[in-house]
């Protein structure tokens, strides 16, 4: 009867349970009376005994159910609040983690079709159809796309008229790359650092670079080089259709790759922190290059050899070395490189990426498609808009979010990060095997990166170059890695970005370009020393130079 | 007798004196004696009067010696504490407006001659006679030339190989300059605006800009014109000594100067803040260039036709429009313009500098040498360091401290900062422009992209 009671209790107040206590123990004469029940009353006790268990399941059923409910709900909100259909997810990751494509040739198109007559074309309405062209980039669908970055293409063929002069024609597409950056400055955020990568999120734009395509814009001269790159330049790809004198093609099948002179191009580059772009070499030259450069490189639009056995495609060989190299296959779009044939799906493109991850790794794969610059395009691929239907179907095969967030965009910044050089100067050397340098900058006046573009009366926008007077001074710490406390306070040295070391230090001294006076003296006593030592003369055998 | 007593009190003490006075009152018996004087005694008088009035005069002509040469002193220092002596004067005032100079192909010489090597050279050295060179710039000697800023000169030359590829060449050119100016950074200070003209001096550094020597190297691109001036290039000279498709040099006597397109090139130029140059070129192109510009414009190695009537010289018709434009016309010391001849004087030089003075005035006056892009110099400026033997000699001929502020750095430091506000209310009004060359007939241009 106790049992009885306190089954019941749980429907009841505390008070009457405790009331019932009471009265059990003073055996009021109510429940005297039960000593003797009859067979009707212990029908129904048993009823009501039945009827509370079912009760009962039935409360601890629900509560059950809205455990269940409850943790679904909650264990989706702790994974973003992502719905299951991989399209919406894929939207929702994008809009995070945007695309940062390696490869687009819009800047072709506005030579070839407009002379560069940006005010003859207008970016912000949809480019396909009209004008009597058919692109596939245009604002509305790169917004569509959730294309957050792209390095844009400054192109001329090799078999183009005024071939001579291609390094006027490269400066012209810089120029008008320029132009429409500034032209449309409430969607387009000028880059050339991966810092400005990583601002474009924050400020909803879409970080704009310049990748120069085709090593033939640099004349074999290491001095242009170095102005493509102040400029702006930041990757380079060694050659197009046609050897330069120093590289070999993807057109060229002899077993030639980097001369030495192509070895010093790709070490400059590494200096001047421009990313070597090694689509369209040959294998031999993909080759050369992995085993010369000591930066990451990119492919900027090439797709997997193993799947379409065109040159332009990269061989499982070369992708091997990929994780060593630290580098980014970035996926070309083409039909021709995707299926060897004129058609192909998405899943195909896809498929690319899978055989890519298998080889290389998820760490080594990101979009170059190549848009505008290509004249056919898979189904389901049509544009620049089409992007989230690619990692929809990523998110369907399995890969994760943070895959998806890697190929998207990560990879891409990670290899340009490594790729960047500073130059500074050693303020500290107290740490034990740390170098505190002083990197100093010149960027751009923050309030020039906000004020939105000047309206000229017809609505038009304006480019202003970028004047001196714009530009600030921007003094920045890094503690750098210096194993053998090889530097002192004074010296100019290069630094470059590395993974990191521990909590604060993930830069290391690259170089010593230039020692303080006292560093100097010092090096001297030492050899003046060593000279004493050896009884020769002081050699300056070991000194930099 | 009080006289007397007077006249000696000088020489005394002041108890004398009154012990004297107090003695005349009193009466004493000494003086009681002189009252009648003998004539041994006024003659004695006489005398020592005499004496006592030369002595005066002498200490009068003392003082006023005295006077004058602290006056002459002090005013000389009021005057700045200048010597009397021109050349001291002129180093002195150079130590404080240290030379701008317009034009300077070392960048070329070291092309030329080293292939853009410069490990191969140590500009701290004297590089004249080494090397196998005989070049006229250096450190040591800019320094003791006073330079305090200069424009490097990229250059290409219309018949040089590969001319077709120009623009790679002149890139090649800025980035030897910017690669020498960063290996001996405690010598030259990158500078790209009139702001780091002047900051140099106070660093004690050279401000050095480029100037691009010659419109070919844009190949009739706007946007290669834009880039140029992303990559440093603060003025162009229009020609060299080839026409491009829109401009005529001032090898070209036919009457033609500005295209359409070179207007264009103008007005962007204004736009962009590059100071246009208008050497090299003739006298129709001047004349366009100055109808269009809407900034002032420069010389940067030019003399007067006037006095050498070498058509690389500005003709007098020209001089007369410089003060309405507000630029600059920065005296060439070559002697083939200097003295149409082979050799010139230092003081020819400064009879050009006169001329444009009386024509133009002198505010448009500057210097620009063409050092290292002349084989033959004038007596007296063989090389950078003689800048201030030449203002020496304008001291002399009465130009003020000013004038020669302004010959040697205000007046381009002006007109550069006039082209920079110019081009910050363009920048506000306008867009780029980009319109294409339209084809020309019998020139190699290139109408397309």
Redesign the interface.
């Known amino acids: 009867m106790l049992r009885l009671l306190r089954r019941s209790r749980n429907s009841m107040s505390d008070e009457e349970s405790d009331a019932l206590d009471a009265s059990q123990l003073l055996g009021s004469s109510d429940t005297a009376a039960d000593e003797s029940p009859s067979a009707a009353t212990i029908d129904s006790r048993r009823e009501s005994r039945r009827s509370h268990f079912v009760f009962l399941g039935i409360i601890l059923a629900a509560a059950v159910l809205v455990l269940v409910v409850g943790l679904s709900v909650g264990l989706s909100s702790v994974g973003g609040g992502r719905s299951s259909d991989p399209m919406t997810r894929a939207e929702d990751l994008l809009a995070e983690y945007p695309v940062i494509d390696g490869h687009n040739d819009l800047a072709y198109e506005l ?1 070839a079709n407009f ?5 003859d074309i207008d970016l912000l309405k949809n480019t396909s159809g009209q004008y009597g062209v058919a692109w596939q980039t245009d604002i509305p669908r790169l917004r569509a796309g959730h294309v957050g970055g792209q390095f844009w293409s400054a192109y001329m063929g090799c078999g183009e ?2 071939r ?6 490269f ?2 597409q ?3 790359i320029k ?1 429409f950056v500034q032209n449309y400055t409430s969607t387009f955020l000028w880059a050339t650092t991966s810092k400005d990568m990583e601002l474009a999120v924050p400020a909803n734009k879409i970080a704009s670079l310049i990748g120069v395509e085709g090593g033939h814009a ?2 074999s ?1 290491l ?2 080089l ?3 790159y ?2 702006g330049a930041r990757y380079m790809t060694l050659t197009h259709t046609c050897n330069t004198p120093w590289a070999h093609s993807s057109t060229d099948t002899t077993s030639n790759g980097l001369t030495d002179f192509g070895r010093r191009v790709v070490l400059e580059m590494n200096r001047l922190g421009m990313l070597v772009d090694i689509s369209h070499v040959n294998n031999y030259t993909m080759s050369d290059v992995l085993a010369t450069s000591k930066a990451p490189v990119i492919f900027s639009h090439s797709s997997a050899y193993a799947l379409c056995n065109n040159s332009r495609n990269v061989p499982d060989n070369i992708l091997m070395k990929m994780p060593a190299n630290g580098g980014v296959v970035m996926v070309n779009f083409y039909p021709g490189f995707i299926n060897c044939s004129s058609t192909a799906s998405l899943e195909q493109v896809a498929d690319h990426i899978d055989h890519i991850c298998s080889v290389a790794g998820v760490d080594h794969i990101g979009i170059g498609a190549d848009y505008d610059g290509i004249d056919r395009v898979p189904y389901g691929l049509e544009d620049v808009s089409k992007y989230p239907a690619l990692f929809a179907e990523l998110l369907r095969r399995g890969y994760s979010d943070s895959d998806v967030a890697k190929v998207a965009r990560l990879n891409i910044i990670r290899v340009f990060q490594e790729a960047e050089e500073f130059v500074g100067k050693v303020i500290g050397t107290q740490m034990m095997k740390t170098a505190k340098v002083e990197v100093t900058r010149m960027v751009l006046h923050p309030h020039v990166l906000k004020v939105s573009s ?1 309206r ?1 009366t017809d609505g ?1 926008s ?4 970028p ?3 714009q530009y600030v001074k921007r003094r920045k710490k890094y503690l750098c890695h210096d194993p053998e406390s090889s530097c002192r306070v004074g010296d100019l040295v290069m630094i470059r970005s590395c993974q990191p070391l521990n909590k604060r230090k993930h830069f290391t001294v690259a170089e010593i370009l230039d020692l303080s006076p006292a560093h100097r003296a010092e090096i001297e006593r030492e050899q003046g020393r060593l000279g004493e030592l050896e009884g020769t003369p002081g050699t300056t055998e070991g000194s930099s130079s």
């Open positions: 030579r002379k560069n007559q940006l005010g008229p005024h001579e002069d291609a390094t006027r024609t400066l012209d810089m120029d008008v132009r640099i004349s001269s001095g242009t170095r102005q493509l102040e400029l000047i000229h038009r304006l480019y202003i170059p004047a001196f007077s």
